[in-house]
C-alpha cells in the first residue's frame, strides 16, 4: 500500500464542533490537493476515551492511510489513535498534552510524522507543553503570535498545512 494518503480526519477540540473556523479553512486546503475529508462529531463527549474509541470507529471506515487534524483535546484525541489507525502522518493544534493531572494520558506511542502548531500567548494549554512533545517525538513545531484558539493566523495555519501535507506525497 502506498503511503501518500487518502483522507484527512479533523478532530474538534472541547468547546468547538465539527465545522468551526479552523476546519473549514484547512478542509479546502485537502479538498483543492483532491484528498478526502471527514470531521468527526464529538459534541456532547467529553470523556477524552470516548472520543477516541469514536475516532476509532469513525477512522476504520475511511479509505487510507489518513492524516489525522486535531485541535486542543482534538489533538490529543488523534495523536491517541494515531498508532491504531496506523495513520500516516499528524498536524496538531494546541494539542492538550501533559495537562495537570492527566500527564500519564499524553501519547507516546506516535511514528508518524507530525507537525504541532501553538500559540506563544495560550493561557489554556501552556506552549511548553507543544515544545516538550515535539522535542521528545522530534516533530515539526510552529509557534505563532496568538492565542489557544489561533483563529487570527489561519491564513497562516493553512499555508504551513498545505506544505506539510504536499511533503507526504
Known amino acids: 500500500m502506498s503511503r501518500s494518503f487518502k483522507t484527512v ?17 484547512l478542509a479546502a486546503v485537502a479538498r483543492e490537493l483532491e484528498t478526502g475529508v471527514e470531521s468527526v462529531d464529538y459534541q456532547g463527549i467529553d470523556d477524552p476515551r470516548a472520543r477516541v474509541d469514536k475516532l476509532l470507529a469513525v477512522g476504520a471506515e475511511l479509505p487510507g492511510p489518513l492524516v489525522l487534524v486535531g485541535s486542543s483535546l482534538g489533538g490529543h484525541v488523534s495523536a491517541a489513535a494515531a498508532a491504531r489507525l496506523d495513520a500516516r502522518a499528524l498536524f496538531l493544534l494546541a494539542p492538550a498534552f501533559y495537562m495537570p493531572g492527566y500527564e500519564e494520558y499524553t501519547p507516546r506511542d506516535v511514528r508518524c510524522p507530525a507537525a504541532l502548531i501553538h500559540g506563544w500567548g495560550d493561557v489554556i494549554v501552556p506552549p511548553a507543553n507543544s515544545v516538550r512533545w515535539a522535542s521528545e517525538h522530534r516533530a515539526e513545531l510552529h509557534i505563532l ?21 504536499e511533503a507526504l506525497r
Do not use: N, Y
Open 9 to 25: 480526519v479533523f478532530s474538534h477540540g472541547k468547546e468547538s464542533g465539527p465545522w468551526g473556523t479552523k476546519i473549514v479553512a
Open 145 to 165: 503570535d496568538s492565542d489557544h484558539r489561533l483563529q487570527d493566523r489561519i491564513t497562516e495555519i493553512a499555508a504551513i498545512f498545505r506544505r506539510f501535507l
